[in-house]
């Protein structure tokens, strides 16, 4: 009989346990795949990155079912909106302009500075030449306000590959991105110019509609900054880069 009471209680535990994590609120994570240190594919075949692991623990923190969705960075709002995932955590700066269009958490990761690289003897070039960016950037925003022509690629691979072969003069991109591109090419790559500040931090991007999300997410990230954790894996993914929040 007392088997019977004890099996009894442990499958009423474990049904509810089962009953608790079919409850929670699940959530497709969408971002880009491309962009390290922010997020790429692994070795694996894996969303890896700083932006993956601060994402599993922010939907640790809200209790929220998170999977992850790869999705290309041109189509990355629309796909948002059309319902094919309920977030976006793929370095995207909050601009007003996308502000328009979906809504941002408070911000996980500070503004970052973007920058200029080209061959090293074609500095001369930047303001005036053919500078590649990715489509739908920032970056692509603000060259198309200056004196240079800007020409845009679909991914950041791309972006680069158009300066090594000489199809562009130089690439503007976020700084954390192209520092550990320039370092490997063994003086290759230089950086030329002044470092550009445009837009605001890197937050995660959701529907409008989703307000009670935003707020679940708003206060993970909270969490995080109050802890430190946030700027350790900052510091972690990003060579030592220290962020006080």
């Known amino acids: 009989m007392r088997r019977l009471i004890i099996a009894a209680f442990a499958s009423a535990i474990m049904t509810g346990s089962v009953f608790a994590a079919s409850d929670m609120q699940k959530v497709r994570m969408g ?3 491309a962009y390290a240190p922010y997020n790429f594919i692994n070795d694996k075949g894996e969303i890896d990155g700083f932006e993956r692991e601060v994402g599993d ?6 209790k929220l079912d998170c999977t992850w969705v790869k999705n290309d960075w041109d189509s990355i709002i629309p796909n948002l909106v059309s319902g094919n995932y309920d977030t976006i955590m793929a370095g995207m700066s909050i601009t007003a302009e996308r502000d328009k269009v979906i809504d941002f958490t408070q911000e996980y990761f500070p503004p970052d500075p973007s920058a200029y690289v080209a061959l090293k003897g074609a500095a001369d070039k930047v303001i005036s030449g053919v500078v590649a960016a990715q489509k739908a950037t ?4 603000h ?3 200056t004196k240079a022509t800007v020409v845009e690629f679909a991914t950041p691979d791309e972006t680069l590959a158009a300066v090594r072969s000489g199809e562009a003069d130089a690439v503007l991109a976020d700084k954390s991105y192209l520092e550990p591109i ?3 090419s063994n003086g290759a790559l230089i950086f030329v110019g002044e470092d550009i500040v ?3 931090g890197i937050g995660i991007g959701l529907r409008e509609s989703d307000g009670e999300l935003k707020a679940k997410l708003d206060v993970a990230i909270a969490s995080m900054k109050k802890d430190g954790s946030l700027s350790k894996l900052i510091a972690k993914w990003f060579d030592g880069k220290m962020v006080k929040y």
């Open 31 to 33: 971002t880009e795949g």
């Open 57 to 62: 623990k922010l939907c640790e923190l809200a």
């Open 138 to 141: 920032i970056q692509a925003s």
């Open 143 to 145: 060259v198309a306000s």
């Open 182 to 184: 320039v370092k490997e």
């Open 198 to 200: 445009i837009g605001g």
